[in-house]
């Protein structure tokens, strides 16, 4: 199957860190992605990780990845109201090894209270 | 430069009506995408260009039609749209269309057909 599973909706107070999880059923992907989108825009490239590693930290963002349970997740560290968006969990799918399409989560919005 | 860009912002037309949507990338990507995302929705492939060739198209009816003139310009062809094409249509570019290149998205074209 190509779904990527995702909660849809996740509450923080502003300060707090965020955790936001993802699944994907595709084993052989091996490019992990995070975008971000607010209200109206497009997907921002937020992070990513290769299959290779069990963890990417980028200033506030941490990366964690659970190959064996196909588990993904992405920590924001003293979240800010301006991390307020949908976040979107993509795999790649891998078209014979030759390309590679994003499959996308149905995103989780992350609400964010001052 | 990370940008791509899209024009129109927003986009109203009758079913009757031939439009087209542009993306421009200055960043030499040799891959480029077409999306549509539905309100509430994650992101669906649309299209890919590698090398300036149409190399998947993911069963899109024909009254979308995509051009990539070169490798910076994507074009889609609006022709006979029906109202639940109305959506978001995002463009992104990536190095290449191997998985191992990540996928830079525009705002997008908020697209009503009436």
């Known amino acids: 199957g190509e779904d990527v599973e995702q909660s849809l909706f996740l509450s923080v107070r502003e300060g707090d860190s965020s955790v936001i999880n993802c699944t994907y059923t595709d084993s052989s992907s091996t490019y992990l992605y995070w975008y971000k989108q607010e209200p109206g825009a497009g997907l921002q490239l937020l992070t990513y990780?290769?299959?290779?590693?069990d963890m990417k930290q980028d200033q506030r963002l941490t990366v964690l990845l659970n190959k064996k349970d196909k588990h993904l997740s992405l920590r924001i560290a003293d979240t800010q109201t301006g991390d307020s968006a949908i976040y979107f969990c993509?795999?790649?799918?891998?078209?014979?090894?030759?390309?590679?399409?994003?499959?996308f989560g149905k995103g989780t919005k992350l609400s964010v209270k001052p | 430069d990370t940008e791509v860009t899209q024009t129109p912002k927003h986009l109203v037309m009758g079913m009757t009506n031939k439009k087209s949507l542009k993306c421009e990338q200055h960043?030499?990507?040799?891959?480029m995408y077409w999306y549509k995302q539905k309100a509430k929705k994650p992101p669906e492939l649309m299209f890919v260009y590698s090398y300036e060739k149409l190399s998947i198209n993911e069963s899109v009816p024909s009254r979308f039609s995509p051009e990539c003139p070169n490798s910076s310009l994507l074009n889609l062809h609006l022709h006979a749209l029906q109202p639940e094409d109305s959506a978001l249509y995002l463009c992104a570019s990536s190095q290449d269309p191997t998985p191992a290149y990540e996928q830079y998205f525009g705002p997008g074209t908020r697209l009503t057909v009436t």
């Open positions: 960043m030499g990507h040799r891959a």
């Open positions: 993509a795999e790649v799918l891998n078209y014979g090894g030759s390309q590679g399409n994003l499959i």
């Open positions: 990780i290769f299959s290779n590693m």
